[in-house]
């Protein structure tokens, strides 16, 4: 998929969050205490999977508390990296936007590739809106492929 194949995000408050400033949670002393801050804040948190449908409600506590172990436990896989580097926060006192991404699938740093790399996990307060379809990309003609041209 090249990079025009991928359609842009939503114009919503969502997304428009989703594109804010966040601060990356680096060291592995932060990425414990946040699991300990994040599981005592109460409140509403929607847990969306890009890829899978946005949700209509928020999550129960039961589903947050699983969401949030499983992020734990794939994100812990990877101690034996010096740094964390795959959870991002649009506050660091008072969290409202976490992004947890996969640490086996977050590509390089310099994303030469143009593909957008989407978070395993977002868990928000604000409600979520389902990510456009990709665009389907626009095969060359048999005679283009053949020659090289397209």
Known sequence: ?????????PDTPFWQAYQGRFFGIL?????????GRISAISGDW??????????ENPATGEQ????????????????????????????????SFIKAFDPSEMGSSCNISGIPILPRWI?????????PAP???????????????G
């Open 1 to 9: 998929m090249s990079k025009a194949n991928v359609p842009p995000l």
């Open 123 to 131: 868990i928000s307060r604000i409600k979520p809106d389902n990510l």
């Open 64 to 95: 947050l508390a699983e969401t949030l172990a499983s992020a734990q436990a794939l994100i812990n896989s990877r101690r034996d990296m010096s740094h964390c580097g795959a959870i991002y926060i649009d506050n660091v006192e008072n969290p």
């Open 46 to 55: 929607f847990i969306f999977e890009p890829g899978e449908p946005a949700p």
């Open 27 to 35: 060291n592995w002393a932060e990425v414990d205490d946040f699991w």
């Open 135 to 149: 665009i389907e990309p626009v095969k060359p003609s048999l005679l283009k492929r053949l020659t090289g041209l």
